[in-house]
C-alpha cells in the first residue's frame, strides 16, 4: 500500500520568546482557590496547552483572505474529507522565569451598569510581563513538497501577526486580555534539508531545542515579502488621558505594604496601577447606550440593543443551543503613570451611611485607599470596515472628556472623572476633518435602519 503522508524531505524550527503585554487567562477547569484556575502541570508550573496555541494560530491565518482553506487544512490539519494530519508540531509553552498569579473578581452587570443579584464570580490570571517559549515544528513530506512554499508563508505570517501584535492568547481577549509580543531579535530559526544535504540527517537526530543553531536570520527569508497579508485586520484608536482627581477599581486585600490594613485599594497587575478593560468595556458600552438612545429620541429609527450586541458581542441560550457574537472591538488594559502630578495613593477613612435615617450604619466604618491623578493611555482595536464604530467610540471620548461618563467605581463621589489629551488613528493625529467623516459614517448607518 502506498504511503500517502510520505518520507520527510524538511523540517524548520522556530523558537522565540513570547511575553505577556497583558494579564493572561488560561482555564484549567478547577476550582479549589477561584471559580476559573490558570492551567498548571503537576509541578504547578502555569503553562498555555499546544492544542490552544495552534488554535490561536489557526484563526488568525483563517481570518486572512489570501489563503486557500484546503491548504491550511494540510498545514493545520484537516476534519474533513480526506482526513490529514498537521503539517506543523506545536508545543505546550512553560512560563520561565519569574511570573506572578493573582486572582481578580469579576460581577454580571446589567445594560444599566447595576450588578446582577448573585453573579460574582472570580478568576485567576498570569500577571503582565510573564513569559514563555514558543517552539514549532514543521515537517515538510515528499507528497506535500508541491505546497512548501505556501507553509513557509503561513508560517512567516504567523511570526508577522505575533511581531504586529495582531495574535491574542487565552479567554477575554476582547476584554484586554491575553495582549502578546515578541522580540525578532530573539527569533531562532533552523532549516533542514535531507535532499540538499546528508548531513541535516545527523543534526536532526542530535536535535536539541537549547542549543541548535539557527541557519535562517530572518521569518522574511522564509518567502518574498510582497507574498506576505501587510494589511492588518484592525484600525487601532488610541487616546492620551489625564486622571483629574482620584479612580478605585476595587481590589480586595487584607494588608497593603505600609499601610494598616485596607478593605480595598485601585486594583493593580505586576505592582502598577492599572485599569482593567473590563472596566473600559462597561463604561464604554454604557455610554454608548446613552449615547445611541438620545439620537433614538431625535426621531432617529435606532436599533439600540441589536447596534449593542454587533459591537460588543453577545453570549445568550436559545431553546437547544447558545447564540453568540464576536466582539468587533478589543480594548486593552492600561497601566496609569506620573503625569504632570506625581501619583500616589491615600488611605481614607469612611462611613457606611444607613439610607433610611441618614445616619451612620453600626459597624459601617472602613477604610480604602483611590489613586490620585496620573495619565494613562486608552487602546481600542476595531475590526476593519466597521467605519461607524469608530465614529460611536469618538462621540464615547468626548463624553468622557465632558465628565459626562466617569471610569471605576464611586463616580458618585467625583472619583473616575478623566481628561482626554489626544486621540490618534492608525498612528495619525484624529482632527476635525477626520473626526467630521467618521461620525458621518455613524449617521448613515443609522439613517440605514440598523
Known amino acids: ?61 483563517e481570518q486572512l483572505s489570501n489563503y486557500d482553506k484546503d491548504i491550511i487544512g494540510l498545514m493545520f490539519g484537516k476534519d474533513y474529507g480526506d482526513y490529514t494530519m498537521s503539517c506543523i508540531n506545536i508545543y505546550d509553552g512553560f512560563f520561565v522565569g519569574d511570573y506572578k498569579l493573582s486572582i481578580r473578581d469579576g460581577v454580571k452587570l446589567n445594560k444599566r451598569k447595576a450588578s446582577v443579584k448573585g453573579s460574582k464570580y472570580d478568576y485567576e490570571i498570569l500577571e503582565t510581563g510573564a513569559s514563555f517559549i514558543l517552539r514549532m515544528e514543521l515537517v515538510i513530506r515528499d507528497s506535500y513538497s508541491m505546497y512548501e512554499n505556501y507553509f513557509k508563508r503561513m508560517l512567516a505570517q504567523i511570526l508577522y501577526g505575533l511581531e504586529k501584535g495582531e495574535i491574542f492568547l487565552g479567554a477575554k481577549a476582547n476584554r484586554g486580555f491575553g495582549y502578546i509580543s515578541i522580540d525578532t531579535n530573539e527569533l531562532s530559526m533552523l532549516e533542514l534539508d535531507f535532499k540538499k544535504d546528508n548531513n541535516d540527517w545527523d543534526k536532526w537526530i542530535n536535535f536539541d531545542w537549547e542549543n541548535f543553531l539557527p541557519n535562517i536570520k530572518s521569518y522574511m527569508e522564509l518567502c518574498d515579502d510582497n507574498m506576505l497579508h501587510n494589511e492588518t ?77 454587533d459591537i460588543f458581542g453577545y453570549v445568550q441560550d436559545e431553546e437547544d443551543e447558545k447564540a453568540s457574537k464576536a466582539s468587533l472591538v478589543k480594548i486593552r488594559e492600561s497601566v496609569i503613570v506620573d503625569g504632570h502630578e506625581k501619583t500616589r495613593e491615600l488611605l481614607i477613612q469612611r462611613v457606611r451611611i444607613d439610607r433610611f435615617t441618614g445616619g451612620a450604619m453600626d459597624t459601617g466604618l472602613y477604610n480604602e485607599k483611590p489613586l490620585y491623578f496620573g495619565r494613562t493611555k486608552l487602546e481600542i482595536l476595531i475590526r476593519k470596515n466597521n467605519d461607524y464604530v469608530i465614529g460611536l467610540l469618538l462621540l464615547v471620548l468626548k463624553e468622557l472628556n465632558a465628565g459626562i461618563v466617569a471610569i471605576g467605581g464611586e463616580t458618585s463621589i467625583g472619583r473616575g472623572l478623566v481628561r482626554v489629551n489626544s486621540i490618534s488613528l492608525d498612528g495619525e493625529d484624529v482632527n476635525d476633518e477626520r473626526e467630521k467623516r467618521y461620525l458621518r459614517d455613524l449617521l448613515n448607518y443609522l439613517r440605514g435602519g440598523n
Open 1 to 61: 500500500m502506498k504511503d500517502k503522508i510520505g518520507k520527510v524531505v524538511k523540517r524548520i524550527y522556530v523558537k522565540v520568546p513570547i511575553k505577556l503585554e497583558t494579564p493572561l487567562i488560561i482555564g484549567s477547569g478547577d476550582s479549589h482557590n477561584a471559580d476559573i484556575e490558570v492551567l498548571k502541570d503537576s509541578k504547578g508550573i502555569p503553562f498555555i496547552p499546544a492544542s490552544s496555541i495552534a488554535g490561536v494560530f489557526r484563526d488568525y491565518i
Open 233 to 309: 485586520l484592525y484600525n487601532r484608536l488610541v487616546a492620551e488621558i489625564n486622571i483629574c482627581s482620584s479612580i478605585i477599581i476595587r481590589q480586595y486585600s487584607k494588608f497593603s505594604e505600609g499601610y494598616p490594613e485596607v478593605d480595598y485599594e485601585h486594583i493593580k497587575c505586576n505592582g502598577k496601577p492599572v485599569i482593567p478593560g473590563t472596566s473600559w468595556v462597561g463604561t464604554i458600552r454604557q455610554s454608548s447606550i446613552m449615547i445611541l438612545e438620545e439620537l433614538h429620541r431625535n426621531s432617529l429609527n435606532v436599533n439600540v440593543d441589536k447596534i449593542i450586541k
